[in-house]
């Protein structure tokens, strides 16, 4: 029977060590001021967790996602481990003191986020508009975040070693291993790499610091408004021959050759470059938004009803079409009345037809807001109402079609 209790005994107080030893071994989660001051210390990277506690739905269950993360992260004490709880309704003393305090360095505009921020506060690594599941999974990309720092700090450990633009080119090559939207905190790294390669003879000090806005806004539309067409055209081919500059960013160039041939009042021209920009990388966001600006001004316009709106108006002569079967069912003349809402938009060539076979049509191109058509017999189910519209970028309007005899 003693045995038996010293078996229990002993037994009971291995299985309180080890809960004991588990509870010691957990992995603290900071608040991002105290994980700076740790990761400054200790020359480690910071993952930080982006909540708002009082008003996020379903803060407590993210808060545990990132604790089981935390947990079962082969990173472990790699790194520090941080919760910046961004809440809101605060006091103007509070919001005062926050202001303090350091921050994460790159902006979270969907919540939850986590981000990567190396030893010296500066950021890596981005993850926003997360799940429960996601930040479950979130680990090996934060690894390769990791490993990212890493490859960095080889690039800049050979830097600090030369001189000159093979020094501007491994700083370089280290910030290209990073996001662009982290750029903004690398600014003294830029500084060095225009120390080192004044001239931008590498041409990764353009390739780093290139704002596609500036360059349209900056340099191409002040030559257009001097109209000096052929200085835009050979700027643009310029920028367009850079070796250094990403294909993205060459996609951001090539729209100023649409925008060039448009001042010039070349249209046909004008949109071949809007296509071949689209066609230089047609997986890009910017890429599918030149294509559809390319079939905004292409394609003809379908209209779902009787009515038009703001995105139905062309500023040219655009074909439009709209089914009328079920208001224009016999033979006979009809007036087709155009009422604007707000709108100055002009209408022309009115035409019915069945799969593209013209039934009736006005006799002149003249632009107006009421027609008469006539049909010498019964029309099908499907007839269509073919027309021209152009107007400015604004209106909407009602299309009254009333048979006369």
Known sequence: MNNLFHTMKTYLMFLLMFALAMVCSAIDILSYPEACQKAKNEKKPIVVFSDGSNWLPHSREFRESYRNLVDQSPLGTQVVWAIKDDKVGLTPEEIQEEKKRPSPPIKIWAYPGI????????GIFRMQNLNVQKIGKADAILQKSVQMIRRRDEFWAKADKLKG???AENWAKGLLLLPSYVRGS??????????????DKTGYYLRLTFNAAGFIGGQIN???KEKKYDEAYSLANKYLQLPRLSQEQKQHVAVALWR???AEGNKEKSLLYLKRTAQMNPNTTFGQNCMRLYNFYTKPIELTSLRWFDTDIRPDWTLARVKVGHVVK???TYIIEFKQLNSRTRFRKLEFQTRGKTLAKVPDDKDRYRF???LPSNPSSDMTLVFEMRGSEHGAGEIMITKKS
């Open 222 to 224: 002040p030559l257009l």
């Open 330 to 332: 016999e033979a006979g």
């Open 186 to 199: 690398y600014k003294s790294i830029l500084e060095r790499i225009r120390k080192e390669d004044p001239e």
């Open 165 to 167: 633009p093979l020094a």
């Open 115 to 122: 981000q990567v921020v190396d030893s010296e506060g500066r």
């Open 372 to 374: 008469e058509l006539t």
């Open 260 to 262: 060039i041939a448009a």
